[in-house]
């Protein structure tokens, strides 16, 4: 795959501008369950073309988010979401990229206006690490709206609404490397298992299981047969990926190589874990590197080809996919 001559960490780009989505591609059109890639760049450092994780799972009339990273209300209002139809929250894991909006989400999406929240959302994510003081998912929520009290409490004041600490329930999970059930409403349930994404503590893994088919999320692991087991007969698998062939050629150490390898994906292994899955999609998220300039999508299809026959979609910001018995 190519490698151009970017700084190691993407701070910088190719030259030119990467002109920034603004409407829905892929697969148009309507669907008892739809899947929006939001946002499918690999993080932490904003990139031209792609932003921060997030994907939307659309069950009828009412929307789930799967990660919050920058950007995500942007193309959550790009896509034509109303956030009054969102019905959950569900956060991978608590690196900065896929929760940089989730705050937001609620701070500037809240009340009956404008199609905002105006009822209590879950929001489900991994808890504390024990071998530290840091905060779990609930802990970044409450803190957050302490941090926004001022900004909460006037508009609270000035306005009809309800109060946004009684509208957010944050929750913390702690599972194994065995899918769980996290979550269960009127029109999906959802399983959770520990993937390999370290050092964090805990990553998560997930199946969003629906009447009309099933959405499984890799969130940041290394390759994973909990995330084949995750994903078995899905309709569609979001996977992320990250081609270690670029970041070698633009000179990382071999340390840091090992350390993106226990991380990430490979394209090649991507393949091989939908094949493993019998997943009837794959679709390439939280991208690395993140420029579309610096790996085509061909490059990105063809070592995913290499192992698996069913459909592959190289993800974009605002990518619809529709499941095929959709």
Known sequence: MSALCTDPFGLGSPAGVVPDA????????????????LGTAAGPYPAPGRQGAATAVVVGDR?????????????????????RDLGGVFVT???????????????????????????????VGPGPDPRD???????????????????????????????????????????????????????IRVLAAAVPHP????????RIETEHGVVAFSGDTARSRVV??????????????????????????PELLDFLAASHT???????VAAEAEVGCVALSHIGPPDPRAVTDDEWERPVRAGFRGRIVVGHDLTQVLPSRS
């Open 133 to 187: 003081a840091s905060a779990g998912t609930a802990g970044l929520v409450e803190h957050g709206l302490r941090a926004f009290g001022q900004d909460i409490g006037v508009r609270t004041r000035t306005s009809p609404r309800t109060h946004l600490a009684e509208l957010v329930r944050a929750e913390d999970v702690s599972v194994d490397p065995v899918p769980t059930p996290v979550f269960e409403d009127d029109r």
């Open 228 to 253: 084949a087991e995750l994903a078995a007969g899905a309709d569609v698998l979001v996977h992320e990926v990250m081609d270690p062939a670029y970041y070698r050629g633009l000179g990382y150490s």
């Open 266 to 272: 490979s394209p090649q292994e991507v393949g091989e």
């Open 199 to 206: 050092p964090l503590h805990l990553a998560l893994g997930l």
């Open 22 to 37: 603004v409407q829905l591609t892929g697969d148009l059109g309507e669907g008892p369950l739809r899947v929006v890639l």
């Open 63 to 83: 929307t789930y988010l799967v990660d919050a990273g920058y950007g995500a209300l942007r193309k959550y209002a790009q896509a034509g979401l109303a956030l």
């Open 93 to 123: 894991h608590l690196h900065s990229d896929h929760v940089a909006d989730l705050l937001t989400l609620f701070l500037l999406g809240w009340g009956p206006a404008n199609r905002g929240v105006d009822h209590q959302v879950r929001v």
